[in-house]
């Protein structure tokens, strides 16, 4: 996970959860590492104490601009929009990119990874969710009407999955990577 802002300390927190192994992380200061998976209650426990992963005692010191090249299934750039570019995207060795910020791909970075074989889940629809949760304390605010935890949840789980499954589709439909899938569905007005 590049990064371990809300995005990225929410990203590990929900994979641990789920059982996925968090092998290495960065921030502006530094970046941590362990391929048998990071202890990410006692990472979140440093961040929160040091206001950086730098130093943490559970893994192993890499550098920073090393991060994007880790070996890992997902890679999750959580931080900054452009960090991969034509430059950077030849070391990815991820399968995966679950886009947490915005814009962190390029162009050129696109067309490297899709030769690559590396499936791509657009910012557009990853990071997604909170855009939507957004909507739904609007619409709360103005029904005057608010909803628990579990409800907000479903739906969110609901819409989410709805608009993957349309993302799916046209991306076949279409022959296309799962970013232009996404325009498509931008432009031609379906959504989540």
Same mark, same amino acid.
């Given at each position: 996970?590049?990064? %371990?802002?809300? &995005?990225?300390?929410?990203?590990?927190?929900? %994979?641990?959860?789920?059982?996925?192994?968090? $092998?290495?992380?960065? /921030?502006? @200061?530094?970046? &941590?590492?362990?391929p048998?998976?990071?202890?990410?209650?006692a990472?979140?426990? +440093?961040?929160?104490?040091?206001?950086? *992963?730098?130093? %943490?005692?559970?893994?192993?010191?890499?550098?920073?601009?090393?991060?994007?090249?880790?070996?890992?299934? =997902?890679?999750?750039?959580?931080?900054?929009?452009? =960090?991969?570019? @034509?430059?950077?995207?030849?070391? $990815? !060795?991820? !399968?995966?990119?679950?886009?947490?910020?915005?814009?962190?791909? /390029?162009?050129?970075?696109?067309?490297?990874?899709?030769?690559?074989?590396? =499936?791509?889940?657009p /910012?557009?629809?990853?990071?997604?969710?909170?855009?939507?949760?957004?909507?739904?304390?609007?619409?709360?605010? *103005?029904?005057?009407? +608010?909803?628990?935890?579990?409800?907000?949840?479903?739906?969110? !789980?609901?819409?989410? @999955?709805?608009?993957?499954? /349309?993302l !799916?589709? #046209?991306?076949?439909?279409?022959?296309?990577?799962?970013? #232009?899938?996404? %325009?498509?569905?931008?432009?031609?007005?379906?959504?989540?």
């Open positions: 996970i590049q990064g %371990f802002g809300n &995005v990225g300390a929410w990203a590990a927190r929900l %994979f641990a959860a789920a059982g996925g192994k968090i $092998v290495a992380v960065s /921030d502006v @200061r530094g970046a &941590v590492a362990h048998a998976g990071l202890d990410v209650d990472l979140h426990a +440093y961040a929160a104490e040091h206001r950086t *992963i730098a130093g %943490f005692p559970g893994g192993e010191e890499i550098p920073k601009e090393s991060l994007l090249g880790y070996p890992c299934d =997902v890679l999750i750039p959580a931080a900054l929009g452009g =960090v991969l570019t @034509r430059e950077t995207a030849p070391e $990815v !060795r991820a !399968r995966y990119i679950l886009e947490g910020a915005t814009h962190p791909s /390029d162009p050129e970075a696109d067309e490297i990874l899709l030769g690559k074989g590396v =499936v791509s889940l /910012d557009i629809y990853a990071n997604g969710g909170g855009v939507t949760v957004s909507y739904f304390e609007w619409v709360q605010n *103005i029904q005057g009407f +608010y909803w628990d935890e579990e409800r907000v949840n479903a739906e969110l !789980r609901h819409r989410m @999955r709805k608009g993957f499954a /349309d !799916r589709e #046209t991306a076949k439909k279409h022959q296309c990577d799962l970013r #232009t899938a996404a %325009f498509a569905l931008a432009i031609g007005g379906a959504g989540l």
